[in-house]
Structure formats: C-alpha cells, structure tokens
C-alpha cells in the first residue's frame, strides 16, 4: 500500500503534465506562431531574449510566472487559450533545460486566460526588475 502510494505521488504529476502537453500538437504551434522570432530550439535573436536552458526562471516569483503569458508574444497571439498554455508548457519542458524545477506547475488554460487580458508594454524595462527580484529572492534564500 505505502509502495503503491509512493508510485501515485512520483508518477500523479508526471501524469497530469503529459495529459496537458501533445508534443506535437504544441510543436506545431509553436512553429506556426513563435518561432519566427523566437528560432527552433529558443536561442532567441538580437531583441529576442533567449528562451534556452533559461525561461524557467521567471517561474521563481509569481509576477515572472504571470510574465511569460502577459508578454505581447504570448498574451496576443493568435493562439486561443488552451493551445496558449500548451504552447508555454511545451516550451518550458522543451527548452527551459535545468531552469525549469522537475516539478514545475504546468499552466492551465483558465490561468493564461485571466492573465493574457493584461498584456504587458515596456517590457525591456520590466523585464530587467523582474530579474532583478528573482536574483534578490535567489540571494535571500540562499542566506
Ligand atoms: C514578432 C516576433 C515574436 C513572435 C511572433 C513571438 N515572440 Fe515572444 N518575444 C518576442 C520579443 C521581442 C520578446 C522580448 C520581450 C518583448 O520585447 O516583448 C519576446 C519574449 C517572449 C517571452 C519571454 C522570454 C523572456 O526571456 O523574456 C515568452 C515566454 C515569449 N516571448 C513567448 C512567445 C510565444 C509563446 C509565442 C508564440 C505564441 C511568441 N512569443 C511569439 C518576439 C516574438
């Protein structure tokens, strides 16, 4: 019973995340609305910041979580909401390498709705304060 109970807690996340994410349905909508601008595997360009091995960063502080949905890229694609949160789910599991924590809270179609009508302008500058919180909290946390 307790061996039994151990499977459902290592394996009832894994599950959930795997139900939310098609591979390749997410794939392909990435490639049709992101990578343009975003490259194939994340890498990013001159003004696209690099979503490889780093974007699971933002997940750190709630308003970098809520940042990677209320971004003009993600909150006004065309992208309904559903396929939104599989999109960022796939990039993160796909991309986000060690930045992302194993068991990281996939978004759901209800949360990128609610944040998406607030899409952010001024995100340079934005951007720089969020990282900058996330190093503060890094740096509290490790005092
Ligand atoms: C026209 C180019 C373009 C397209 C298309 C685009 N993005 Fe972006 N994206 C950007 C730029 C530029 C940034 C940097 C922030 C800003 O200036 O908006 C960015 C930032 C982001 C970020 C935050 C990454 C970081 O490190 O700050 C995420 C997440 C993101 N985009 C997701 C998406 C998703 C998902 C799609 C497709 C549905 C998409 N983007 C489509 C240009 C684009």
Known sequence: MRVLLAILI??????????DINPQRAKFHYQMHCEG?????????MSVPRMKDQV????????????????P??????????QLAEVLNWILVEM???SVAADFEP????????????????????????LLEIAEQRSRQAN
């Open 107 to 130: 978004y759901t179609a209800n949360e990128v709705g609610d944040l998406r009508v607030e899409p952010l302008n001024e995100v340079e500058r934005y951007r720089s304060q969020l």
């Open 10 to 19: 290592v394996l009832g996340p894994l599950a959930g995340l795997a139900a």
């Open 37 to 45: 601008c975003h490259t194939p595997d994340g890498t990013g360009a």
């Open 96 to 98: 986000g390498g060690d």
């Open 56 to 71: 699971g960063l933002f997940l750190e502080t709630q308003s970098g979580r809520d940042y990677l949905v209320r971004v």
């Open 73 to 82: 890229g993600s909150a006004i694609s065309a992208l309904n909401d559903e």
